[in-house]
């Protein structure tokens, strides 16, 4: 697909280039936002499954860094402090401590925490997806372990009363993770934002409250992370949903938000032509530092130039 034609196709793709963000993700935040008003007093964040940034960029310097920075008798302790991970290296955002590295690796889940060095967050936001395969199944399935995973750094960084925001995608298990969220938070609710295509089973869990059952370890769902990552961890442990029948079946909280009457995500719309005519599209305010995929576009352009050695430049790039 042209740029041009995604522009047409992808408004809210196009809005984010307009308005400065690094990926249309941002719209879903804000929306969320709108909804929620989940930056309410909010000082320190966790943003899980960062890159490029936009998010962090929205917590940062819409709602929360710049502001502070700019407040007349802001000093060095009144800076929220914003801790961005992600596989993928990230441009630098100014205020965001980032950390390389995998969720899922209790690890990763070691430095996030000692960034925190006692004390707790009031927010985690999560927008983890895997490369999906288009299998329904496997794809939730490894969403939910990215989910798993930021539940658990959420154990051992959020401040009670505190709120997480991930990610999740829609299938048969959606009532158990509901009710897995329900054991920790007294409010869970699931928001489509206007900017998530219909078509796509994209949704967010909006958990608010932060309250961990009495008695609950954050060191037992780090073991059980530790497990999950290990090879033959994934046997003992039983997975089964179909429990949740009869009396047991719940009925999950389901908002759509953001401005109903806004922008369509699944609409195309006429592009913003100059008086000749012509059309003018924007550059990505931030393309991917180093994208999985860049190996894969570098040969695709010289295939594209009548490169002949194709294997040389595979190797000199890798
Ligand atoms: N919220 C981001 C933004 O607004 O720019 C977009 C996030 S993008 C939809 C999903 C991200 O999840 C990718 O950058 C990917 O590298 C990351 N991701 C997937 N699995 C991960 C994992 N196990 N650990 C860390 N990051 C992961």
Redesign the pocket.
Known sequence: MGKASRDKRDIYYRKAKEEGW??R??FK?LQIDEEFNIFEGVKRVV??????????QVVLSRKLYLSAKLAPDAGENDLPLIVA????PMAPIEGVTQVQ????NAR?AEVVIRHFDGCKADLVVC????DVTGLHDMDEFVQSQ?IL?GLTIVTHVLKEGGKFIAKIFRGKDTSLLYCQLKLFFPIVTFAKPKSSRNSSIEAFAVCENYSPPEGFNPEDLYRLLEKVGSPSGVDDLDCSSGWLEGPNKVYIPFLACGDLSGYDSDRSYPLPRFPDGTYKSLDPIQPPIAPPYKRALELKKASCHGVQDLGKLSLDSS
Do not use: E, F, K
């Open positions: 690094r990926a993700s941002a935040l943003d899980l499954c960062a890159a490029p940034g936009s998010w962090s991970i992600d596989l993928q590295g995998d969720i899922t990763t927008d983890g997806a895997p990215l995973a």
